[in-house]
């Protein structure tokens, strides 16, 4: 049997305060379980981390958890996840997500998620990787962000060829299918 299709997804240790991207992370981690692929994710059981991680366990789907040691206690390990995989800093974090993985999504978070998300952007622009980026865009979380690329590119800072690394889709199987996820 072949190895399943890994999918990393950056996301909060916080629900934030629109139950819009609690829905959304349940979602995508429905959609990794019926479609057959398989979770590498920051290794909480809190926020938009947990439920995420319980969404894509109930919906079948093996789920590794990368967690710094020093992390444990503040984003609370999960510990119902097929591999919990601890770490000594969010260095080696960051590089044992990306070895699992073969796309990267970005739901919504805060400073470790965009920390995660353009670590891995620039490894892909570095020629470090070539998988698949995507941010799922959910009632406009990502708008901001995307202007903000779209304006490095218009003023020569990011080429197009870079800025088109990155998928922005609403839905989580337009991201998945976008990403080359099979199962779409």
Request: charged content about 20%; some cysteine.
């Amino acid at each position: 049997m072949s190895r399943a299709f890994h999918v990393c997804v950056f996301c909060g240790a916080r629900t934030g305060n629109a139950p819009v991207h609690v829905e959304s992370a349940r979602a995508l981690g429905r959609r990794i379980g019926e479609r057959g692929l398989a979770l590498v994710y920051g290794g909480a059981r809190v926020g938009l981390m947990g439920a995420l991680a319980d969404a894509a366990l109930a919906a079948g789907a093996p789920v590794v958890g990368v967690l710094p040691r020093a992390l444990s206690s503040v984003e609370v390990a999960h510990s119902g996840l097929t591999e919990l995989v601890l770490v000594d800093g969010l260095h080696a974090r960051k590089a044992r997500m990306t070895a699992e993985s073969d796309a990267f999504v970005a739901l919504p978070g805060g400073f470790g998620t965009l920390d995660e998300l353009f670590e891995a952007l620039t490894w892909a622009q570095l020629g470090l990787h070539t998988r698949p980026l995507g941010l799922l865009n959910v009632d406009g979380f990502w708008d901001p962000l995307v202007a903000a690329i779209d304006r490095q590119v218009a003023d020569g800072f990011v080429t197009e060829s870079d800025r088109a690394r990155l998928s922005v889709e609403a839905t989580p199987d337009a991201l998945l299918d976008a990403l080359g996820a099979p199962g779409g």
